[in-house]
């Protein structure tokens, strides 16, 4: 079974004459385990395609499935709770609370659960720690660098072990060497046997982090290649 | 999840202030005009209460209030004592002229006589011993009187007032009621007010009775009524007349407006600026929607915000109010002045309500909040 299973999935965006058709029949797929990248041009329509897999859009036509869960079967509430239950986020603005601290930004996801405050920033804490920024724990995300705040983007998106990880650009907004080591922790501790990691970016200096690489141009995926550095792990 | 919605709404302190102070400012003019509303008017049934032994106050038809009241003939009093259902009835005289001091000090007051043989009306005293306006030449007067006849001066036995051609020695100070006119309010005997009264041919002001027990009110007032042609009244009944005279009058308009100005600019301030906090945390709150929050738990977030905001805001207006107040009550003039707590109470519920209402629209802006939108910079 497949973590992610999207078939046709087609999305137009927009009325009548200004109506742009932005997915043309997608079919993707990202499977436990790996780290699978989403990349082509700027416009192609990887956003919107990873929105439809979140369940933050909705597509015109075609099936999404979550680890053989079809999305469109369930009630926006409960859309809503699976994608707090087995999704983790990472954006390329980090999008930190300013009002928290490192710690109860990465704890969010235990706070909308419902855990126990003290509990949820606890175990944020001890993440971060894992993660290298445990000495930051008690600051403001905008004393912090762009690197170290998108490393509290991934311990929030880490804390309640989601089985699906989705980063948009999560290096776009920062330079190359921080960038690289965002990616060498995402694959070191996002990447789990239970869990599929899908990550769109531009940035071809990274790609040798991922398992697999599907290739969308034009609202459609071109090709899928796996690269070879990573088979050899397998 | 109530921590976290407060830790966001204290984070932008300057916001929190603007929004606090707002409901600060509502909860302060709208609580103090409306006090200052209520305890004015109440002060228009002052005198009418002062009088303690009477149940029923008599008077002609055309008579509204206290204050402004045309007097009966000398005959009313029998006629009334023969109605059943009356234990007794006195005259009561009450004169509107001019005082001045020794200094030159001038002021139109409200004099009011006496009687010996009943003491029915005679003030409580602050200084002094109320029997010795029964002596000759002898008045007390009301501490607001005091301030204004005397400025700056304690009373000092021996103190003179002029009134018409005769000089009164001022023997206490009482503590009559403060009137809503702002008049001196001088107590003689019946007799010296009768003698002060010498220019006007009738010394009956009113008729003040008392029900035999067991009488019933509203029958013995009719059956005068009707009879007599003269208006009968209850105690509460002619209280209640007198605010109403007042109240027809306009004096509660401008109370009104600057009661509705502190409710719209403070809520409006509150609104706008909630809206504003929203807007500028648009990004914050659509990341919590991505991040698993349900609307229901964002309404409670936002709900705690406005409710923070809401308590702090009427606990510091209503103790700048009750600051006020007090203070106020020092003065001669205002120390009728108090805060009841049914206008609190009102006051409170409304700003908190609408408050509350402004910020319900604001979530409104959350729920249209697109989850998509989370991508985008
Ligand atoms: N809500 C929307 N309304 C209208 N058009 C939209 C909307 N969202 C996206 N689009 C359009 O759809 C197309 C694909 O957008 P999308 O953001 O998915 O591309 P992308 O591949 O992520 O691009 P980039 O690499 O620049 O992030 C673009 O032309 C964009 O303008
Ligand atoms: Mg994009």
């Avoid at chain 1, 680890?67 to 469109?72: A, D, H, I, Q, V």
């Avoid at chain 2, 306009?250 to 509150?270: C, Q, R």
Wanted: proline share 4%.
């Amino acid at each position: 079974m497949n973590a992610v299973d999207c078939q046709k999935i087609e999305k137009s965006f927009g009325q009548g004459e200004t109506q742009t058709k932005v997915l043309r029949g997608i079919d993707f797929t990202a499977a436990q385990g790996e780290m699978t990248f989403l990349v082509g041009p700027s416009g192609c329509g990887k956003t919107t395609l990873i929105s439809i897999i979140a369940g933050l859009l909705g597509s015109d036509s075609g099936s999404v499935s979550l680890f053989g869960e079809s999305l469109s079967s369930l009630s926006a509430r409960d859309q809503i709770l699976f994608r707090r239950r087995h999704l983790g986020f990472v954006f390329q603005q980090y999008n930190l609370l300013p009002a928290l601290t490192a710690a109860e930004n990465a704890a969010v996801p235990l706070f909308a659960a419902g855990m126990n405050r003290k509990l949820a920033v606890k175990k944020a804490t001890d993440l971060l720690g894992a993660l290298g920024i445990g000495h930051r724990a008690d600051a403001s995300p905008r004393l912090l660098s762009g690197g170290q705040q998108q490393r509290v983007a991934l311990a929030r998106a880490l804390v309640h072990e989601p089985r699906l990880i989705i980063c948009d650009e999560p290096t776009a907004a920062l330079d190359h060497k921080s960038g690289e080591s965002v990616m060498e922790l995402l694959s070191s501790s996002a990447v789990h046997p239970d869990r599929a990691v899908v990550v769109v970016t531009h940035d071809n200096r990274v790609f040798h982090f991922a398992h697999r690489i599907a290739h969308m141009d034009d609202g459609v995926i071109t090709h899928t290649e796996s690269p070879t550095t990573q088979l050899s792990h397998h | 999840m109530i921590a976290l919605a407060i830790q966001m709404l204290r984070h932008d302190g300057a916001k929190f202030l603007t929004m606090v102070l707002a409901v600060a400012l509502a909860a302060f003019l709208t609580q103090n005009q409306a006090s200052f509303l209520v305890a004015f008017l109440s002060m228009t049934g002052s005198q009418i209460r002062d009088v303690r032994e009477a149940d029923l106050w008599v008077m002609e038809p055309d008579t509204e209030c206290f204050d402004q009241a045309k007097p009966l003939k000398e005959t009313a009093v029998q006629t009334v004592r023969g109605f059943p259902g009356v234990e007794w009835a006195l005259p009561f005289l009450k004169v509107d002229t001019n005082a001045r001091t020794e200094s030159g000090k001038l002021s139109v007051i409200t004099l009011i006589g006496v009687p010996e043989e009943s003491r029915v009306g005679e003030p409580i005293m602050q200084i002094g011993d109320a029997t010795e306006i029964y002596q000759r030449d002898s008045a007390v007067i009301d501490p607001g009187g005091m301030s204004l006849l005397y400025p700056g001066q304690n009373f000092r036995p021996g103190m003179k007032i002029r009134i018409h051609d005769e000089w009164l020695t001022l023997r206490g100070v009482s503590m009559a009621s403060p009137p809503f006119t702002g008049f001196p309010i001088v107590h003689v005997s019946h007799a010296t007010a009768m003698r002060l009264n010498r220019a006007e041919t009738r010394n009956t002001t009113f008729v003040v009775a008392r029900l035999a027990a067991g009488a019933n009110a509203a029958k013995v007032t009719k059956e005068i009524a009707q009879s007599t042609g003269w208006k009968a009244l209850t105690r509460e009944q002619f209280e209640a007349a007198s605010w109403k005279f007042y109240s027809d009058q306009g004096v509660p308009n401008l109370f009104y407006i600057t009661i509705t100005v502190g409710l719209i600019v403070g809520i409006a301030f509150t609104g706008q600026t909630f809206l504003m906090f929203v807007k500028e945390n648009a990004r914050a709150f659509t990341t919590l929607k991505v991040l698993g929050f349900t609307h229901p738990q964002l309404a409670v977030m936002m709900f705690a915000q406005a409710s923070l905001v809401v308590v702090l805001g009427l606990s510091i207006g209503t103790a700048m109010v009750v600051a006020t107040t007090e203070l106020a009550k020092t003065l001669p003039f205002f120390r009728g002045l108090y805060l009841p707590w049914e206008v609190t109470l009102t006051c409170c519920s409304i700003i908190g309500c609408v408050t509350v209402m402004a910020a319900g629209m604001s979530f409104y802006k959350v729920l249209k909040l697109q989850p998509a939108d989370v991508f985008r910079a």
